[in-house]
């Protein structure tokens, strides 16, 4: 069974940095990419930062130059290092994978709160 358990997020001021991990087990299968999603209160959730199985890396442009994406050879975790966080940086991190094995599937994570305070 694949589990994602993301950990790392917490209470940040303005400007700090945060490093989130989501670590990875139970994969079978070919996994596509990775990638970290964020859901601000009332708001829908929303891409943060991908990496795909060849590395290539994409951002939101708001986290551009700030954010960066990362993963183990092995795909047993994925991690965001968020810098110069901003207060509209505030939401329920999640972490997300693509895998095909039988079909393709998608698997998430709990999430992991991140909040910047002005």
């Known amino acids: 069974q694949v589990q994602l358990v993301e950990s790392g997020g917490g209470l940040v001021q303005t400007g700090g940095s945060l490093r989130l991990s989501c670590a990875a087990s139970g994969m079978i299968g070919r996994i596509n990419g990775m990638a970290w999603y964020r859901q601000a209160p009332g708001k829908q959730r929303e891409l943060v930062a991908r990496?795909?199985?060849?590395?290539?890396?994409t951002y939101a442009e708001s986290v551009k130059g700030r954010f960066t994406i990362s993963r183990e050879n092995a795909w047993n975790a994925v991690y965001l290092q968020m810098n110069s966080l901003k207060p509209e940086d505030t939401g329920v991190y999640y972490c997300?994978?693509?895998?095909?094995?039988?079909?393709?599937?998608?698997?998430w994570g709990q999430g992991t709160q991140v909040t910047v305070s002005s």
């Open positions: 990496i795909t199985r060849g590395g290539i890396t």
């Open positions: 997300n994978a693509g895998v095909t094995y039988l079909g393709d599937d998608i698997y």
